[in-house]
């Protein structure tokens, strides 16, 4: 099988940062209110439960591929997956294309069976 999972809230999950570094560089939300993310390894089990199991592991970020690629070195997956724009997601007519896709965009298609990643938060809530 062909799986791809996102970076950014779904394998990177995006959280509330309740004592910003108020030196250090700080991620703030559109609405004001800071954020950090921190590995799902819950999620990453799963990723590699995949790896284990002989399928194709694909993740993708919105933010590009670069980033994707400095994310999942962070997580220590580099080499188990293969990073793809995700513009090759969604055409679920061709047979080469993704089986299931882990997301936290309930909004998209993007393979023949969707598993949305729910969180505790909105991220413009945070």
Known sequence: ?????DIDDTLWKIVPDNCP???GAQMVCLCGKHFRQVPDYDLIQ?????VQNGDEVFVWSGG???YAGMVITKLG???????IPKTELGDT???????I????NSGESLARVNVIVKR???HKQI
């Open 120 to 122: 505790e938060h909105n």
């Open 77 to 83: 997956l580099h080499g188990m997956v293969t990073i």
């Open 93 to 99: 007519s061709n047979p080469n294309k993704i089986d």
């Open 46 to 50: 799963v990723l590699r439960w995949f």
């Open 64 to 66: 590009g591929v670069d």
């Open 21 to 23: 570094n108020p030196n």
């Open 101 to 104: 896709a882990f997301d936290d």
């Open 1 to 5: 099988m062909r799986i791809a999972f």
